[in-house]
């Protein structure tokens, strides 16, 4: 992992927020934009990243009535990605 992107990731775990989280994502998403492709650990932690903020969505009601708000976190963090 490179410095830059730890740095831009570092303490996303400490806050319990959607739109933070997403904007830390916006972030990361414009520096490897510009940093050229990313590296197999860097892209494993922007999908953490992605499926976490999913799961908070959820939990928040952003996704009724698809999913409702006590949809267990564990279901919805081991679903797989459409290719």
Same mark, same amino acid.
């Given at each position: 992992?490179r410095?830059? %992107?730890r740095e831009l ?5 400490? !806050?319990h927020?959607?739109e !933070? $989280?997403?904007?830390r $994502?916006e &972030?990361v998403?414009?520096w490897? /934009?510009?940093?050229?492709?990313l $590296? &197999?650990?860097e ?6 990243m992605?499926r976490t #903020? !999913?799961?908070?969505?959820? #939990?928040?009601? =952003?996704f &009724?009535?698809? %999913?409702?708000?006590?949809? =267990?976190p564990e $279901?919805i %963090?081991?679903l /797989?990605?459409?290719?």
């Amino acid at each position: 992992m490179r410095d830059a %992107f730890r740095e831009l990731v570092s303490g996303w775990t400490l !806050v319990h927020d959607v739109e !933070v $989280l997403g904007d830390r $994502l916006e &972030e990361v998403a414009a520096w490897a /934009k510009s940093n050229g492709p990313l $590296l &197999e650990d860097e892209t494993a932690t922007i999908e953490v990243m992605v499926r976490t #903020q !999913v799961v908070w969505g959820i #939990q928040r009601g =952003d996704f &009724e009535p698809y %999913f409702p708000r006590d949809t =267990d976190p564990e $279901l919805i %963090f081991n679903l /797989k990605t459409a290719t």
